[in-house]
């Protein structure tokens, strides 16, 4: 394993960590809400209840809005992509598919159900991290990708 020190920001990824835990503290101590992505998107896609739609728009909108805001400020760093386009079709598919299985996402369960002692999601995080694990073993050592 190559670690990029170059590109290494410890500090900003610090911060970056910091606001993701106010927003999912903040959203479940002021609106009752778990942060999980999945879930708000689905809300917003499917049937939500009635006054349930705004927070849900403005929760999209903010992170939407963040790269912008961010850029406006200083320079973010670019990403690199080494899979294709049909690949990354697949691996969104496949996360989506995943979190519907698995009710809610990353975001839902590594954050916000961890923090909240739920066995759910210590289950789930674990199956998240042990399948991505077991990708990057497959894809990179014995595909040779």
């Known amino acids: 394993m190559n670690i990029d020190w170059q590109h290494f920001t410890p500090w900003a990824s610090l911060a970056g960590g910091a606001l993701i835990g106010l927003a999912a503290a903040l959203l479940l101590l002021l609106n009752g809400r778990i942060a999980g992505i999945s879930g708000i998107v689905g809300g917003l896609l499917g ?47 496949l996360v989506g598919l995943g979190t519907r299985y698995g009710a809610g ?13 739920s066995p759910r999601s210590l289950v789930a995080t674990a199956a998240f991290m042990a399948a991505g694990f077991a990708t990057v073993y497959l894809v990179r050592h014995l595909l040779g990708a």
Do not use: E, K, Q, Y
């Open 47 to 93: 049937r939500s209840v009635a006054g349930d739609r705004l927070w849900r728009v403005l929760f999209v909108a903010g992170l939407l809005l963040a790269v912008p805001l961010w850029h406006a400020f200083g320079a973010l760093p670019l990403p690199h992509i080494a899979a294709g386009t049909p690949t990354l079709i697949a691996a969104g598919l």
């Open 105 to 117: 996402c990353t975001s839902g369960h590594g954050v916000c159900g961890l923090s909240r002692g």
